[in-house]
Each structure stands twice: as structure tokens, then as C-alpha cells.
């Protein structure tokens, strides 16, 4: 089965980033529940481990939040090799997104 691997830099803290990757893999359940079949996901100290099912393909992998990265590694069919490029700039974006530190608000400008 073709390997997806890929690394997220970020400035959060392992405890930050894993909640906010926790958090975030609970939307994401919610909103594809229609979706996926046969999901199994369990957190371990720091790294999330993940299978399922959609589209009669299985995927399957693990992400680890280290104290400055976040490590994805995922197995994928050999029918999503054709969109691995896409997949990962995908994630990619949206974990990068979710790990970014949000801007400090600005203060109203005096008159």
C-alpha cells in the first residue's frame, strides 16, 4: 500500500497543537459521519492512530505531535495515488491553518 508522509512545523507547544488537532478531528467526524465506514481513531500520550473506510477504500495512519512538528504518516489505496499530490497539499494547508498562532487583535485606533 503507497505511503503519504509529511511534517508540519508549528510554535504551540505539543500540548496546544494536540488540542487543537483533537479538536479538529472531531468536526471532521461529524461532517463526513455520512461518509466513513468502520472508523476506529484512538489518541495515545501524543499520537492519534486512525482507520477507515470511504468509498470502499481503506486509509490508515498515525499523526504525532512532537513539541515543534507534527508528523503525519498514512497508508492510502493505490486508487488515491493518482490525487496524493493534492491530498497532501490538502492537509498540509489545513494543519498548518490550525497550528498557526492566532495574530494578536489590534486595538482600535484613538481619535
Request: aromatic share 8%; net charge positive; proline share 5%.
Given at each position: ?87 497532501e497539499?490538502?492537509i498540509?494547508?489545513?494543519?498548518g491553518?490550525?497550528l ?12
Amino acid at each position: 500500500m503507497p505511503k503519504l508522509s509529511l511534517e508540519v512545523s508549528h510554535v504551540l507547544g505539543q500540548a496546544e497543537a494536540a488540542q487543537r488537532l483533537k479538536a479538529k478531528f472531531a468536526a471532521v467526524r461529524a461532517e463526513y459521519q455520512s461518509q466513513v465506514k468502520g472508523l476506529r481513531e484512538e489518541w495515545l500520550d501524543h499520537t492519534f492512530s486512525f482507520a477507515f473506510q470511504t468509498m470502499g477504500m481503506a486509509i490508515s495512519g498515525t499523526v504525532a505531535v512532537e513539541p515543534e512538528k507534527v508528523r503525519l504518516a498514512a497508508n492510502l489505496p493505490f486508487a488515491a495515488m493518482l490525487f496524493k499530490g493534492t491530498i497532501e497539499e490538502r492537509i498540509r494547508h489545513e494543519v498548518g491553518r490550525l497550528l498557526a498562532v492566532p495574530r494578536a487583535a489590534t486595538a482600535p485606533a484613538e481619535n
